[in-house]
């Protein structure tokens, strides 16, 4: 496995979670609240943590392995959960403990929540919270695979690190029109 290629596809990924964290930043602007800065910290941390990382790995020259593929998809999600808590607990409506298991049962499509009155909340972390629970519905892998397509052959091994269930062989070389199809 190479580590380095591990690396830069985190970075990636990493980017793409600060780029997120844009659409209820913008909210938290357009509506005056006070989790401008919340949103602000988790851009800016989300975008150093994904340049950091690019910069310590490597683009890969071939696709990815199957390790590579199995790393990436576990370590992607341990990842996103931290970066997409950081709204949460730098806001102040929740505990670090409490904004990981939002994050977690939002990205997972759970659905389960530790919030008591979500009115009070902020819209923006209203919509950070709705913006994770799609995510989650549609895989974060799977819209990695759409956003990201220079991966090659080796997206299939990250698409089988994330799929459950019986899988056909037919399916696989049309994986990234089917993301693409769900992310639309």
Known sequence: MNIRIVLFVLGKLA???????????VVALFYGETSIVA??????????????LMWQGHRPTDSLTVREGVAITALGWIMVTFLGMVPYATSGYLSVLDGVFECISGLSGT???VIDDIEAMPASLVLWRALTHWFGGLGII????????????GIVHMFNAESTGPRSDRALPRIKEMAKALFT
Do not use: D, E, N, W
């Open 39 to 52: 949103f602000l910290v988790a851009i800016v941390i989300s975008l150093l943590i994904g340049r950091l």
């Open 111 to 113: 659905g389960a929540t």
């Open 142 to 153: 799977v819209i990695f695979i759409a956003v990201f397509p220079q991966f090659g052959k």
């Open 15 to 25: 980017q793409a979670c600060g780029l997120a964290l844009m659409i209820p930043f």
